[in-house]
Nanobody
Framework: QVQLVESGGGLVQAGDSLRLSCAAS????????MGWFRQAPGKEREFVAD????????YYADSVKGRFTISRDNAKNTVYLQMNSLKPEDTAVYYC???????????????WGQGTQVTVSS
């Protein structure tokens, strides 16, 4: 069992930066690949970025590539999402999730956090 708690969301202006954190409970954090997803009002939850167990491999949605960076610190049981050059269309609830099988899509994620709101004003 893994429990995930996101933090770091807030209200910012377009062009600003935010860093989201996701703290995981338990001693098995390094056994899971991690992902960030987001869901805007009236839209389906969408993939943002993922990172392998070791942190050596990352993958991004085209919409955030070059602006967002995912990283993890296995010693701190934490995964991060650094978001730069934020745009109003980045406004959403951001969720972190854990999967034992990277590449299985959103349905392959076993554990989810409660989400943190990011609002970008124009």
């Amino acid at each position: 069992q893994v429990q995930l708690v996101e933090s770091g969301g807030g209200l910012v202006q377009a062009g600003d930066s935010l860093r989201l954190s996701c703290a995981a409970s338990g001693r098995t954090f390094s056994r899971y690949a991690m992902g960030w997803f987001r869901q805007a009002p009236g839209k389906e939850r969408e993939f943002v970025a993922d990172i392998s167990r070791s942190g050596g491999s990352t993958y991004y949605a085209d919409s955030v590539k070059g602006r967002f960076t995912i990283s993890r610190d296995n010693a701190k049981n934490t995964v991060y999402l650094q978001m730069n050059s934020l745009k109003p269309e980045d406004t959403a609830v951001y969720y972190c999730a854990a999967t034992a099988t990277l590449g299985s899509g959103i349905r392959g994620y076993d554990y989810w956090g409660q989400g943190t709101q990011v609002t970008v004003s124009s």
